[in-house]
């Protein structure tokens, strides 16, 4: 079956770096994105991996290793407001998304 | 500003009646998608369509319908609400690429009584 794990809740303090794990169990492969919540609201996008090998966005950076079916999320200089959920999805062999149950992020000061 | 619009925000239901949530986008996307969230759970697939005229099913379809006359518009329909259809739903587009993010709407909260 199709299978994305991911930690439900992580805590980390203002200011540090913190890191989300996402494995992936999918027929086929066809890139992997991140999509950040906040409670009560509507999820947005942060990241695409298609290729091995890490993407950086400013604060947030992705990391995809395709043979181990692994993912990260790389957070730094955390701020109060990345205090969300970070949900973990996979495209399979049919463009379809697989989602992961999400990783709750608390952030204290 | 372009985006998804959902409606209603939220609603309470008793069981057995019927309802239909509403989504409009004017991004023009060709994709659009319902998706239901459930504490606890990734987010599951209701339905979707790929494109104006056509629509299939996802992972958890049952009791639930779409239609999808026009580019801009995918309603939802529930024929005879369950309780264990209480849930938060969002409908979302995409331009259909693959590489292509998901644009939510900002939700409708139902809860079945």
């Known amino acids: 079956g199709q299978n994305i794990d991911q930690p439900t809740e992580m805590t980390a303090t203002e200011g540090a770096i913190v890191q989300i794990n996402c494995t992936y169990q999918t027929s086929g492969f066809n890139g992997l994105f991140w999509y950040q919540q906040h409670a009560g609201e509507a999820p947005t996008f942060l990241s695409y991996n298609v ?28 701020q109060m407001k990345d205090s969300a959920s970070y949900l973990c999805a996979a495209k399979d062999s049919n463009y379809q998304l697989i989602w992961g149950a999400g990783t709750k992020l608390i952030i204290k000061p | ?45 209701i339905h979707y369509s790929n494109t104006a005229g056509t629509t299939g099913k996802g992972e958890v379809p049952d009791g639930y319908s779409v239609s999808r006359a026009n580019t801009d518009d995918f309603p939802l329909t529930l024929a005879s609400a369950v309780p264990s259809q209480t849930s938060v739903y969002f409908c979302a587009s995409s331009d259909g690429s693959g590489n292509s993010p998901l644009h939510f709407g900002n939700g409708t909260r139902l809860t079945v009584t």
């Open chain 1, 51 to 78: 290729l091995d090998g890490l993407e950086e966005k400013g604060r947030f950076s992705s990391f995809l290793s395709r043979s181990k079916g692994y993912s990260y999320l790389l957070l730094k200089e955390l």
């Open chain 2, 1 to 45: 500003i372009a985006g998804i619009t959902q409606a209603p925000t939220s609603q309470i239901l008793a069981a057995g009646r019927r309802m239909t949530l509403r989504c409009t986008q004017d991004m023009r996307h060709n994709a659009m998608y319902w998706y239901r969230q459930d504490l606890g759970l990734g987010l599951r697939l």
